[in-house]
């Protein structure tokens, strides 16, 4: 039996005053999240900013992370993008050096796309990547790309490709939706995007989770994505960072957390969280988690 996933830190990409990523500041935090609880860290994902970090960009960051001696086994890599070509170039270039898997989202730039469309823009990207291909996870985040990946397209890809589609992220925020991954398809890795669902999804056979919470919650978001274990404080939380825009909500908290200001910056088309929302942001995370110190 292979080993279960666990917890993945969706990290955060920390953007200097120019723009460009200050790659030592985020080899430190990954670090410190692989060294509190983290099993591996997700780089260019949703809480990333993936979709803006270009192919050059990402090259060069992961070559720093590997020669810095993180293991590319405690690495996975978004490709969010929408081009066919692109995220067969932007997954070869990890898969080349050894990361652990693939987060690979579906296009996103067409809308009401059919299952039939989306099977047949997988398969070209796993054709392209040929022998290469292997331990994806097909990334179903229909609040952000408006595509829903279903249970049943998730049927056909794994059996069309068999150890390539090797599991979902499923952060679609729809229990049911989850609960029937789990049932249908249980023997692949079902991760649990939503931290709400998160324990009860874990009880039920899921492998763990990608969390953007993770990045200054590892040791709390672990309970939950490995023992399966509810916590309440962390499922407010979330409810409480979903009304703000959820990326720089989350670099607010890391920030916060953390005592570096180099979290608040965010890459255009984002913007940074206003002062007031922070203060809310900041204010919701303490009555949670710092009640007893204060």
Not at 57 to 69: D, N, P, T
Not at 78 to 87: K, N, R
Not at 119 to 143: C, H, Q
Request: charged share 20%; glycine share 10%; with cysteine.
């Amino acid at each position: 039996m292979p080993t279960k996933f666990g917890l993945s830190a969706a990290l955060t990409s920390p953007f200097k005053a120019d723009g460009m990523i200050d790659v030592d500041v985020m080899i430190g935090h990954a670090r410190r999240c692989l060294a509190n609880g983290c099993d591996s860290v997700t780089l260019f994902g949703t809480t990333g900013e993936g979709c803006s970090i270009g192919s050059r960009e990402r090259q060069a960051v992961l070559s720093r992370f590997i020669e810095a001696g993180i293991a590319p086994s405690a690495i996975v890599t978004g490709v969010l993008v929408d081009s066919i070509e692109d995220a067969a170039d932007q997954a070869s270039q990890a898969l080349e050096v050894g990361v652990r898997n693939i987060l690979l989202a579906p296009p996103s730039y067409f809308k009401n796309v059919s299952d039939d469309g989306l099977f047949a823009w997988f398969s070209a990207v796993f054709e392209k990547l040929g022998t290469a291909a292997r331990d994806v996870l097909v990334y179903n985040i229909p609040s952000v790309t408006m595509v829903t990946l279903s249970v049943e397209l998730v049927g056909r890809l794994r059996r069309a490709f068999p150890g390539v589609v090797t599991g979902v992220k499923d952060s679609s925020g729809n229990w049911a939706h989850t609960e029937q991954l789990l049932k249908d398809h249980g023997d692949l890795i079902i991760l649990i995007g939503d931290e709400r669902d998160l324990a009860k999804g874990v009880r039920l056979g899921g492998q763990g989770a990608i969390s953007g919470v993770a990045n200054f919650l590892p040791g709390e978001v672990r309970a939950m994505a490995v023992d399966g274990k509810n916590d309440r404080r962390v499922e407010d939380l979330v409810v409480e960072l979903l009304k703000f825009p959820v990326t720089p909500a989350v670099k607010v908290l890391l920030s916060h957390t953390m005592g570096e200001d180099i979290w608040l910056n965010v890459r255009a088309p984002l913007v940074a969280v206003s002062s007031e929302d922070r203060s809310r942001i900041k204010g919701a995370f303490d009555a949670l988690f710092r009640k007893q110190a204060a």
